[in-house]
């Protein structure tokens, strides 16, 4: 056991680890940085990279001391260090710890300026740090954008350049004011390093203090799902621009990277120190917070569900910022977070429970619903503790509502009893008709009491006998009619009670008598104001009181001397400190001096202002009328503050920008805000002539030759004195000097000055020391003053406005040739890529094609079928200049002459094509093979031209051919005479039609293979002994002959041995006709070993015996083979 415990220890404790460093105690957690680079090369991607379709050559500018100059880019597959060493593809970019790394890189393709590299990334990161490190140089130009919705909308986070003013004119070059300036930065942009120079960008400039890192412009700066690098221009020597006469000037400029690296982590609003993969992926840097403090979501970016009770917010430096769990006691498992409520209760709670269950209401579920009550015996979590209430509803408010905390019923005016069921002493009339529900009533109202003042009804069966209760600002007195109940108003009042004011008239509020201090005039007493002193006010809604000053009011508007309160409202900017006897106490902040002028007895009606209100009545407690929009005043008669231009539809905001404004306020006739010094605009909004920047508003910096500037670049606006550049430092084209050393441009002599017509410079350098110019021509001009034109241009520029032009040759001459066109004409004199002409505009002959593109060639007629005249020997045929179509002979057809046409054949012959011929008659048509020429032959006939008979038949072809009927399986070819109609057998093959094995020959037609060697010599015996039969026969007597007695003996054994030979022809299978001698076809080597055939004129007996065949190869015998016959025939015919 002891063992066992050893072991699954560091498991308990690696785990207990892992959770320790999940949690984030007390404070904010972040994920660690990394690269977000690291496997993701799928993610990433290059508008061009060299050698994808194929290999590309190019150049490298440092290399002038190597041998090798030139290399070659196939990036078609990946790279490999000893298969594939050549392919520069993005991937390469990423970082590997490999010691051999800057053997690879990725390379851009020759000659292309707009390159972009881009990283996609699968979920929102924080950003910190990008690092580009260059195999070439550095670009001269470029920008790097991010971006946060996944590449639908970009934001720059910087641009670089060696000069800003030339690539982005726009964009200041200024060290950025704030965290959020967008400037241009040159300090990664120069021509050195020529390799291993770095581009670094930070997200946050470590100059600028973050007192808030989960502000909304911080975060816009730092988190993002896309970054996006953009080289915009290449870095060059100056030599692109001979492109005419160099070639492949290109091949030596392009964007190389080793490395590239994207620092950042995953964005976890600091509630998160782990990450897991979004989706699958597969990056070194994961995606997916692993959240804490009760916090959810991708980023940590909501609390988690049922912790509501305190705002989410972002992890601080030192505080965790826990999402707390809502308290629903068990009545609800879901709540959501309102913030009046957090005010409401002073910061402690802000979660509300949704659909509390069990009867339960309120933001915690902490109370019962209407009708019910908590019972005192039961916690506030128990599921039953909401009891229904038991009050009477006639008596009750509500229909029966109780205190929802102890169950007290809640009962009417004069009504009591634990249930609210009965009057009070003295009081009747508690009815529970579902129709009359009546409040207890007074028990004494009688005649008595009300004929006394101040009560009316008396009779009546609705209101019975009710106090007058007369308003008692309106009223002469508190009676009134004893049968309506109507008060005596004062004038303009009505009403039963005199309580409302007539149309056209209001009753004023308290602060009726309302005199604002911005209307007042100032009021001086005592010292006076000294120059750096501030204006007195600033208009409507605030006046500045200096010491030593006042206000005067104006009071023309009190209806009549009585007691009325002076009230003034005012905020104090610094403590009097100066002793003088005033109507406020010892130790006061102010003092007043009231002084009254004169007092006015006035009353009025509404009046409301016809311009700035919406109609001529006001509301009946204040006066006020209503307004249109931004009007203010009782009448309507005023601009509200921040507002101007009083008219028919109202005021206008001032809309003053604060930027650029001392004030919010405008002048409420013009709308001019009060501007800054260096600001105009009535808005504020601008700079002033001769600054830029809003809001900074720089002054303009033109070297004193210009006044004006562009708003948004400073870049100085009609320069003078042939000045011009962004700050007017520099010459325009054709003058030289030195603006910002105040040395005065002066026209350049390239021969003559500029405008003259005879001016051929872009611009000259003058030397001090030795005082001589000279001048950088333009295109087509040379020389120290650019009075000659250069190779490939022309010109007579002794003539007035003469300038040297490009030699007309359709750039099919070498520009680098002097002697290549005529220098004061333009005639083309040495054309190349086999074009003619005066201006090389035609092909030479021979040739083919577009000489305006360089595309003569050489024509390729086939000498067969063209004409003899147009091919000499020894140099190419001649076609048409345009198309290349060849010159054919007779009958031959196509672009190159290559083919005959129809009717024609034998391209091949000595005269070219010749016409078929075909029989009109026996063919389909005249239209031949053009290789063999045979015609297409009716059936029947045959021959080339089908002039003869065709196959297997025979006779005359202008008569009629008739078939041979000869069997093709077993027939020559042809198969028959095509005269006799013989069949033409082939060896094997016999009879009339060519139908049969022939002997010696298998009798399986039409196959007849060759039989064995030793049948024939079987063949050749038997037709010897046939013969002789034959022969034999000649002496048999005749029946019916006179014989002799001797001779009908010798004629009986005759006719039986005439008999035994017939039985030795039906051995063979053969007829004598059909027996042949032997055929010289058989092996030859094979001959008789032994050879024993006796015929005599006696014939006894007829004996076969059997001998053996030997071959002259070979010493051997072949066994068991009867080759031959032994025959043996004897007669003994007496003398």
Not at 103 to 126: A, M
Not at 251 to 265: I, Q
Not at 762 to 773: A, E, Y
Request: charged share 20%; aromatic share 8%; with cysteine.
């Amino acid at each position: 056991m002891i063992f066992i415990f050893i072991i699954l220890l560091p498991v308990a404790w690696l785990q207990n680890l892992q959770d320790l460093q999940d949690q984030c105690p007390g404070a904010s957690c972040n994920p660690q940085l990394g690269d977000l680079m690291v496997g993701r090369a799928a993610q990433l991607s290059a508008s061009s990279t060299c050698g994808l379709n194929g290999p590309q050559t190019y150049c490298i500018i440092g290399y002038l001391e190597e041998e090798q100059k030139c290399f070659t880019c196939d990036s078609r597959l990946l790279y490999d260090r000893y298969s594939n060493p050549n392919s520069h593809r993005i991937e390469n970019i990423i970082t590997t710890f490999d010691p051999e790394r800057k053997l690879k890189w990725w390379q851009s393709e020759n000659g292309v300026h707009q390159v972009s590299i881009q990283l996609d990334l699968e979920t929102v990161f924080q950003f910190s740090h990008l690092v580009l490190t260059f195999k070439s140089f550095r670009p001269a130009a470029m920008l790097v954008e991010r971006s946060k919705d996944f590449g639908r909308t970009w934001k720059v986070f910087r641009y670089f350049a060696d000069d800003c003013s030339l690539h982005f004119p726009s964009v200041s070059s200024d060290p950025a004011d704030s965290i959020n300036d967008i400037v241009c930065d040159s300090r990664y942009s120069g021509s050195e390093p020529s390799t291993d120079g770095e581009v670094v960008l930070k997200a946050l400039d470590p100059i600028f203090e973050i007192q808030n890192p989960y502000s909304p412009n911080i975060q816009d700066l730092i988190t993002l799902t896309n970054i996006r690098v953009n080289f915009t221009r290449l870095f060059t020597l100056g030599d692109t621009l001979l492109s005419r006469r160099r070639r492949n000037p290109q091949n030596k400029y392009y964007y190389a990277l080793y490395n590239m690296v994207v620092r950042g982590s995953c964005f976890c609003n600091g509630h998160a120190s782990r990450c897991t993969p979004v989706d699958g992926g597969r990056g070194d840097v994961h995606g997916h917070c692993v959240c804490q403090h009760n916090t959810a979501g991708e980023n940590c970016e909501r609390c988690q569900d049922f912790y509501h009770d305190s705002p989410w917010r972002p992890g601080g430096e030192n505080t965790a910022d826990i999402c707390r769990r809502c308290n629903c006691h068990g009545h609800s498992d879901t709540c959501h977070f309102d913030a009046a409520r957090l005010e409401a209760t002073g910061g402690v709670s802000g979660g509300v429970c949704d659909d509390c269950r069990h009867d339960r209401m309120g933001p915690q579920c902490e109370q019962c619903r209407p009708f019910l009550y908590q019972d005192p015996q039961r916690a506030t979590d128990d599921p039953h503790a909401c009891i229904p209430c038991d009050c009477d509803p006639a008596g009750s408010h509500g229909g029966g509502l109780c205190d929802t905390r102890d169950g007290r019923c809640l009962c009417k005016e004069n009504v009591e009893g634990r249930r609210c069921d009965r009057c009070k002493h003295g009081f009747f009339g508690l009815r529970k008709d579902e129709l009359i529900l009546n409040v207890c009533v007074c028990v004494l109202c009688c005649v008595l009491c009300c004929v006394q003042a101040g009560f009316w009804g008396l009779g009546n069966s609705v209101f019975r006998c009710s106090p007058c209760d007369c308003d008692i600002g309106g009223a002469h007195s508190s009676s009134c009619s004893p049968e309506d109940g109507q008060c005596h108003c004062l004038p303009n009042m009505i009403g039963r009670r005199c309580s409302d004011p007539a149309p056209g008239y209001f009753l004023p509020q308290l602060d009726y008598f309302l005199y604002e201090a911005e209307l007042t005039a100032p009021l001086h007493v005592g010292s006076s104001r000294t120059p750096d002193q501030p204006v007195t006010w600033t208009g409507l809604g605030l006046v500045r009181v200096l010491e030593g000053a006042g206000l005067r009011f104006t009071v023309d508007n009190l209806p009549s001397s009585m007691d009325y309160q002076l009230v003034i409202r005012y905020e104090p900017e610094v403590r009097r400190t100066t002793g003088s006897s005033s109507s406020s106490g010892p130790g006061s902040e102010y003092f007043l001096l009231l002084l009254f002028v004169s007092v006015l007895y006035l009353l009025s009606a509404c009046k409301c202002n016809i311009i700035g209100s919406l109609g001529p009545s006001c509301s009946k407690l204040g006066g006020f009328c209503e307004c249109k929009p931004n009007v203010i005043g009782r009448c309507c008669d005023t601009c509200a503050p921040l507002t101007f231009g009083f008219g028919p539809g109202g005021c206008k905001p001032c809309e003053c920008d604060h930027q650029g404004s001392m004030s919010e306020l405008c002048d409420q006739v013009r709308g001019q805000c009060a501007c800054r010094s260096e600001v105009t605009g009535r808005r504020c909004d601008r700079c002033r002539a001769g600054f830029w920047r809003f809001p900074l508003c720089r002054p303009c910096e033109c070297n004193g030759l210009s006044e004006v500037c562009d708003q948004e670049t400073g870049e100085c606006l009609n320069c003078r004195e042939y000045a011009n550049g962004p700050h007017c430092d520099r010459c325009e084209e054709g003058y030289y000097g030195d603006p910002v050393s105040r040395q005065p441009c002066q026209p350049c002599l390239c021969p003559d000055v500029q405008r003259s017509g005879r001016f051929f410079a872009t611009s000259c350098q003058h030397d001090p020391q030795s005082l001589s110019l000279t001048c950088s021509c333009r295109e087509g001009h040379t020389g120290p003053r650019c009075d000659r034109c250069s190779p490939g241009f022309y010109g007579n520029l002794s003539l007035p406005g003469a300038r040297c032009e490009g030699c007309p040759c359709n750039n099919n001459i070498d520009w680098d040739d002097r002697d290549a066109c005529d220098s004061l004409t333009g005639e083309c004199l040495r054309c190349l890529h086999n074009t003619m002409g005066s201006g090389c505009q035609n092909c030479k002959p021979g040739y083919y094609g577009n000489a305006l593109v360089q595309d003569c060639k050489e024509c390729s007629c086939d000498r067969r079928g063209t004409e003899v005249t147009q091919c000499p020997l020894g140099s190419p045929c001649f076609c048409n200049p345009r198309t290349g179509q060849c010159p054919c002979r007779r009958g031959a057809v196509g672009v190159l002459c290559d083919e005959c046409e129809d009717g024609y054949w034998n391209l091949d012959g000595p005269s070219g094509c010749q016409p078929c011929s075909c029989d009109p008659v026996n063919s389909f048509s005249n239209i031949c093979n053009k290789v063999m020429g045979q015609c297409p032959c009716r059936p029947e006939f045959g021959g080339r031209q089908c002039d003869e008979c065709g196959e297997n038949h025979f006779g005359n072809p202008d008569l009629q051919c008739i078939s041979c009927d000869c069997n093709l399986e077993g027939t020559e070819r042809p198969s028959c005479d095509p005269e006799t109609g013989e069949c033409i057998c082939r060896t094997g093959v016999t009879g009339i039609f060519c139908d049969e094995c022939a002997v010696g020959y298998s009798s399986e037609f039409p196959a007849c293979k060759e039989c064995h060697p030793c049948t024939i010599l079987w063949t050749e015996n038997v037709t010897d002994v046939q013969r002789a039969a034959q022969r034999m026969r000649t002496f048999i007597p005749r029946h019916g002959d006179n014989l002799r007695p001797r001779d009908s003996h010798h004629r009986q054994r005759m006719l039986e041995m005439h008999s035994k030979l017939d039985r030795l022809t039906n051995l063979t299978g053969l007829s004598l006709p059909k027996t042949r001698s032997p055929s010289t076809s058989f092996t030859p080597d094979l001959y008789l070993d032994q050879k024993k055939t006796h015929i005599s004129a006696g014939v006894n007996t007829v004996q076969l015996t059997g001998i053996r065949l030997r071959s002259d190869q070979s010493d051997h015998f072949w066994p068991n083979t009867i080759c031959t016959v032994d025959l043996i025939l004897k007669e003994n015919i007496p003398q």
